[in-house]
């Protein structure tokens, strides 16, 4: 396994008020991965998240990032090291685009031709054209684009954590989404380790490599990766919170494989249906559903310019569920190995 890039030892959050928001946690962030935690609203999911850069202090146990003790280290330099995203961004009303953006450059005093670049170059990687938007303010975005300025602000310095408390909470469903997706891909461009803060467990099934799903007092009911939890789900906590939906949502979260393929029907299908290998096993359904002979060809990868795409074999709906039982079963397609990405 890889190395773990932040580790939680023992923690504990009590407020001065006396509520215990996290009891005893000790929780292990693989690099490279997105760790999603998700649980019932005043689990202590937001306090394990501002733990991790002091937003709020500990009241015991260790938490260290990298080779660093957290609790040893300068509170100020320790934020300006990571990346945060909440959810209402937080951008200064009256800087611009690119001036939010540079915000924390700046404040590691960057020279300038530095940090211009590094703002454009963020700016084109959340989809927002530096030449349409970098001078724009952030009244004149919209609220998708506001919460791709935080992720890009975030990014700025490229920080090798980023701590994500319901970025995309007040985007609407299809802008969220997209947002889900592009962020996917970002990250895994970036191989950035990221610790994401959801209540929704469809966001944190579509978005985590894998997901810890926290009780009250910061408690981890179960951590592991998103069909295992949706499929064997370790308690009573971790079913409610799954729900009626968990076929339906494996489906989204399951690719085509090379091995759920019918290769006897090999056949062009020239203007047939047809899916990539590496779609989810939701996109293959609807394909085959609305295929009049309910056969959908698979092909390998896009066309380039026109040429035929490879055809690999076929699937049926019986072939679709199969797929769906290979995924339950054990034989889970490593997080980002279908080629078409999440989303
Ligand atoms: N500053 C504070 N003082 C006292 N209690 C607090 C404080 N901040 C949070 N809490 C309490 O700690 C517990 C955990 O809160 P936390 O915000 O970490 O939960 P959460 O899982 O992130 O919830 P949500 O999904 O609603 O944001 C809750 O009972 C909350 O009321």
């Known amino acids: 396994m890889a190395d773990a890039a932040i580790v939680f030892e023992h923690v504990r959050k009590e407020y001065p008020d006396g509520t215990v928001a996290v009891e005893d946690l000790s929780l292990e962030v693989v690099e490279h991965e997105i760790l999603a935690l998700v649980g019932p609203s005043g689990c202590g999911k937001s306090t394990t998240l501002r733990m991790t850069n002091r937003l709020v202090e500990p009241s015991g146990g260790r938490i260290l990032v990298g080779d660093e003790d957290v609790l040893a280290a300068d509170p100020v330099r320790l934020r300006r090291s990571m990346g945060y995203v909440i959810q209402n961004v937080g951008l200064f009303p009256h800087r611009t685009v690119a001036q939010n953006v540079a915000i924390v ?34 009244h004149e975005l919209s609220g998708g684009e506001q919460q791709r300025v935080g992720v890009a602000r975030a990014l700025a310095t490229d920080p090798p954590v980023l701590l994500m408390d319901e970025p995309f909470g007040a985007v609407d469903p299809a802008g969220r989404r997209r947002l889900q997706a592009e962020f996917w891909r970002i990250q895994r461009e970036l191989g950035t380790t990221v610790m994401f803060v959801t209540h929704d ?3 944190a099934v579509r978005l985590g490599d894998r997901v810890a799903v926290f009780s009250r007092g910061g408690h981890v009911e179960q951590l592991a990766d998103p069909v295992e939890v949706l499929a064997r789900p370790a308690s009573d906590a971790v079913r409610a919170l799954v729900g009626d939906g968990a076929p339906v949502r494996l489906l989204g979260i399951t690719h085509v494989e090379r091995g759920d393929v019918q290769p006897a ?8 249906a047809v899916v990539e290998l590496g779609a989810t096993l939701a996109t293959a ?17 896009k066309a380039a310019d026109g040429a035929p795409a490879t055809v690999v074999g076929t699937l049926d709906a019986p072939g679709v569920l199969a797929a769906l039982r290979r995924a339950v079963d054990g034989a889970v397609t490593p997080a980002g190995a279908g080629s078409a990405g999440r989303g």
């Not at 450059?105 to 970098?134: F, N, S």
């Not at 029907?265 to 047939?272: A, F, Q, S």
């Open 105 to 138: 450059p700046g404040l590691l005093r960057w020279d300038r031709q530095r940090t211009k670049g590094r703002v454009g170059e963020l700016l084109d990687l959340v989809g927002l054209p530096p030449d349409r938007y970098a001078k724009r303010y952030p």
């Open 201 to 203: 467990i469809d966001e």
């Open 265 to 272: 029907g090999t056949r062009e299908r020239p203007g047939g």
């Open 285 to 301: 359904l609807e394909a085959v559903a609305e295929a009049p002979d309910g056969l959908v060809a698979v092909v390998d990868g």
